[in-house]
Nanobody, 113 residues
């Protein structure tokens, strides 16, 4: 059974940084693509970033240059480094494994103005 467990969410001030982690189990980690999504209050869940098994990445436009997705195949963990945080980044952030369509439970990021 595939499981994804996110961590690292917190309350930060505008301009601050956070690193989210997504620990995966029950999956051949190195062969899989992983994504980060977020859902702000009263809004739909939206794509944030993706990293392929080969390490190629893509991002939604409004986080380009601020967020960096990475992976550590030895630790079965995907990261999302978030710099220059803005109040509009406030959301629950979810990790996703598309091949198995597995979602984590989410981690809350709150950016105060």
């Amino acid at each position: 059974q595939v499981q994804l467990v996110e961590s690292g969410g917190d309350l930060v001030q505008t301009g601050g940084s956070l690193r989210l982690s997504c620990a995966a189990s029950g999956i051949t980690f190195r062969l899989n693509t992983f994504g980060w999504y977020r859902q702000a209050p009263e809004k739909q869940r939206e794509f944030v970033a993706r990293i392929s098994a080969y390490g190629s990445t893509d991002y939604v436009d409004d986080v380009k240059g601020r967020f960096t997705i990475s992976r550590d195949n030895a630790k079965n963990t995907v990261y999302l480094q978030m710099n220059g945080l803005k109040p509009e980044d406030t959301a629950v952030y979810y990790c996703h494994a598309p091949r198995s369509n597995t979602w984590g439970q989410g981690t809350l990021v709150t950016v105060s103005s």
